[in-house]
């Protein structure tokens, strides 16, 4: 199935978006580290840019392809503050739901990483990781 000139064009969007936004998680994670005086290592620089890839996705795919598409022609059709209510809910339980899904990922790959000599828990799988 071929895919129309339209939707193209949205997916384009969204992957510039989504660039945009991997920068921004870097950027904004090496401010942070700055201002809390914490060393910058490999985990936070994964996080940031984990953190900026799938907020920046799921809100510019949520918005081109379900909001601007068929499917949200109910939203188009409020009135203007109910629209922006609706909107900003909307957006916000994504990037909620986004940085706790995050903070599991990281907290399990940080757990499978543990190089130290005590057994450390992964909260994603219920199971304890014991060094090699």
Not at 14 to 37: C, D, N, Q
Not at 82 to 106: E, H
Request: proline content about 4%; aromatic content about 8%.
């Amino acid at each position: 199935m071929a895919i129309s000139r339209w939707t193209s064009t949205r997916l384009k969007i969204v992957a510039v978006v989504v660039a945009i936004g991997g920068v921004v998680g870097l950027v904004i994670s090496w401010l942070l580290s700055r201002i809390h005086e914490q060393p910058y290592d490999f985990a936070e620089l994964e996080n940031g840019i984990r953190n900026g890839l799938t907020v920046a996705g799921a809100l510019a795919a949520t918005d081109l392809l379900y909001v601007q598409g068929p499917r949200g022609a109910w939203l188009r059709r409020l009135g203007f503050g109910r629209a922006i209510l609706v909107r900003a809910g909307l957006f916000t339980a994504l990037i909620v739901a986004i940085f706790a899904l995050n903070r599991l990922i990281s907290r399990c790959s940080t757990a499978s990483r543990a190089r130290a000599s005590t057994i450390s828990p992964c909260p994603c799988s219920g199971t304890r990781f014991s060094p090699s």
